[in-house]
């Protein structure tokens, strides 16, 4: 049986990592024409790989946290998942099942897309996809970021079944020129 107060702790350090990683590829790849040139002109190929893997990473990421209870081959294969901790929570108290039920929806909504990615390009390689005879549906910055905050609200909520109380709401920290827009600055001042 899952330990509910450390299954939450381990979702709360994933979200605050994906939404650190998150805030980095904003600040490098959504902050501007201007920035995207710089990038392109300082390094493009390494650029253009830190941006896909990036991607890829919150769609991994998203998929993990979005995961059913368990898969694979019932309970002996749990999940450490969002779904894990809402079943562990409602054991704690009942009925936040059905008072969280509108937020998991809109979540579901949010990565229906992004699952379909991580199952036939990320996770496997579709070969419907991979012969490019099907298309994926796109992937909306709104999809990501939306999912991105019904994780973080959901867990918020969840948190207080255990008495924790998210503070700062998931907005990453970052150590004083450890970020993307130190990045930028240092390319725009040493860039010929």
């Known amino acids: 049986m899952t330990a509910p107060k450390e299954l939450f702790e381990h979702l709360h350090r994933q979200v605050y990592l994906l939404a650190s990683r998150w805030a980095v590829y904003c600040q490098l790849f959504d902050s501007g024409p201007d920035s995207i040139q710089l990038l392109n002109t300082s390094g493009r190929g390494v650029f253009a790989l830190l941006q896909q893997l990036i991607l890829d990473d919150a769609i991994l990421s ?26 562990l929570a409602e054991g704690y108290q009942p009925g936040i099942k059905d008072e969280i039920t509108p937020a998991v929806a809109a979540l579901d909504m949010h990565v229906a897309n992004i699952r379909v990615h991580r ?3 990320l996770a496997h390689s579709d070969i419907q996809h991979a012969f490019e005879i099907e298309q994926l549906p796109g992937i909306s910055y709104d999809e990501l970021e939306g ?46």
């Open 62 to 87: 998203l998929c993990r946290l979005t995961d059913p209870p368990a898969s694979g081959g019932g309970k002996d294969k749990q999940n450490a998942s969002i779904r894990q901790l809402v079943d």
């Open 147 to 192: 999912a991105m905050k019904e994780c973080k609200s959901l867990l918020t909520r969840l948190g207080e079944v255990w008495g924790y109380q998210v503070v700062n709401g998931y907005n990453p920290v970052f150590a004083f020129g450890a970020d993307g827009n130190a990045l930028l600055a240092y390319l725009r001042k040493n860039t010929f």
């Open 119 to 121: 199952s036939k390009s």
